[in-house]
């Protein structure tokens, strides 16, 4: 059974450091694009960054570059999200999702988990 | 970066329906546009890539067209399931921006 599991979020003061985990199973993990996404409290989806299989190319989104950073360990099948100098504006529930086709990033995201919440306040 | 706007924002509807979503992007992004379905309390799934492929196991009434700048969701008869919030999703350029999202209600 494909599935992701997330965690790592929690409650953080502003300027505060967190790494998010994504725990894959039931498919071969180094083959495919992994993707994090975030929602905020009531609003819509926001992609955040990915990353290829083999970790040789990734992209993050302007509104968290420099802040965050996302890496992956193929032999522990795990995804993650460092995230540093975190802002109230952080607060979302953050998922991590799987790019559909092996190999590419082009093709929608077919398995998500049940995301983590991050709270960034004093 | 590409903006991707939604129209409208919410929706009101009765089972049975037929229901249409529109999708702008800011620029040509040829086919590749992604919809997805979101319940409350729930992960997003994906209905529908490159514009107009259905996901597998997703059920026929749900349709995709377009390409370019403008695209659409149709759902042909809706079923009491399909009241949802409803997003695009562009992955042709970096970052795959999504639209806001699309709330339909049962009227």
């Known amino acids: 059974q494909v599935r992701l599991v997330e965690s790592g979020g929690g409650l953080i003061k502003p300027g505060g450091s967190l790494r998010l985990s994504c725990a894959a199973s039931?498919?071969?993990?180094?083959?495919?694009?992994m993707t994090w996404i975030r929602q905020a409290p009531g609003k819509g989806l926001e992609w955040l960054s990915y990353?290829?299989?083999?970790?040789?190319?990734?992209k993050t989104a302007d509104s968290v570059k420099g802040r965050f950073t996302i890496s992956r360990d193929n032999a522990n099948n795990s995804l993650y999200l460092q995230m540093n100098s975190l802002r109230a504006g952080d607060t979302a529930l953050y998922y991590c999702?799987?790019?559909?086709?092996?190999?590419?990033?082009?093709?929608?995201?077919?398995?998500w988990g049940q995301g983590t919440t991050v709270t960034v306040s004093s | 970066d590409i903006q991707m706007t939604q129209s409208p924002s919410s929706l009101s509807a009765s089972v049975g329906d037929r229901v249409t979503i529109t999708c702008r992007a800011s620029q040509s992004i040829r086919n590749n546009l992604n919809w997805y379905q979101q319940k409350p309390g729930k992960a997003p799934e994906l209905l529908i890539y490159?514009?107009?492929t259905l996901q597998s196991g997703v059920p026929s009434r749900f349709s995709g067209s377009g390409s370019g700048t403008d695209f659409t969701l149709t759902i042909s008869s809706l079923q009491p399931e399909d009241f949802a919030t409803y997003s695009c999703q562009q992955s042709y350029n970096s970052p795959h921006s999504f639209g806001q999202g699309t709330k339909l209600e049962i009227k």
């Open positions: 039931g498919f071969s993990f180094s083959d495919y694009y």
């Open positions: 990353i290829s299989g083999g970790s040789d190319h990734t």
């Open positions: 490159a514009a107009s």
């Open positions: 999702a799987r790019e559909r086709a092996p190999g590419g990033s082009s093709y929608g995201l077919d398995v």
